[in-house]
């Protein structure tokens, strides 16, 4: 199946790894986008979790695996956010041109797009072992818990720092 996307140009689905390959480009540029630092606004802080929570429902969802196994995995997103606070530490703040920016958890970004690809690597070889699919989906569900909790992490320390900017003691001049 060929597509015309305009001016001669086609994008042809036949090959089945086009999919596969937009939702590569879109992780790395998360990726890079999260290490590099990005505005922070709290849409911002949430879509991106929210994001990969979709992607890791679907490699989840859209598998050979009974449901039974997919929702247990999916038991395992709660139980990753404890330990996403923890790591949410590792995240920082920095203004530039006067707005307020940060930067996400390395570790975290790069372990879950490590699951991720090691999980769709399953399916487009065509690997069928049950244990390794359930093993994936696992990882992949508690490192998006990770995420979840990293972004509550980040939304609770800007508000924390408002208050505390908010109620730090000035002089005269309005300095703190």
Do not use: C
């Not at 990005?38 to 050979?64: D, E, G, N, Q």
């Not at 707005?99 to 090691?118: C, E, G, K, M, V």
């Amino acid at each position: 199946m060929a597509v015309s996307l305009g001016n001669g140009v086609s994008f042809s689905v036949a090959g089945g790894y086009q999919f596969e390959i937009i939702i590569a480009v879109i992780i790395i540029l998360g990726i890079f986008r999260g290490i590099a630092g990005r505005k922070y606004t709290p849409f911002r802080v949430l879509r991106t979790p929210f994001i990969y929570m979709v992607f890791t429902l679907l490699a989840v969802f859209l598998t050979s695996i009974p449901n039974t196994y997919a929702q247990l995995m999916i038991i395992l997103l709660p139980v990753g956010i404890p330990l996403g606070l923890r790591f949410g530490m590792d995240v920082k703040f920095f203004t530039k041109n006067g707005l307020l920016y940060y930067r996400r958890s390395r570790s975290i970004l790069l372990i879950w797009a490590a699951a991720l690809i090691s999980r769709v690597s399953l399916e487009l070889f065509s690997f069928k072992s049950l244990l390794a699919i359930i093993v994936f989906n696992a990882i992949l569900s508690f490192i998006t818990g990770m995420l979840l909790g990293e972004a509550v992490h980040i939304l609770k320390t800007k508000k924390e720092a408002y208050i505390q900017s908010e109620t730090a003691p000035t002089d005269s001049t309005g300095r703190v």
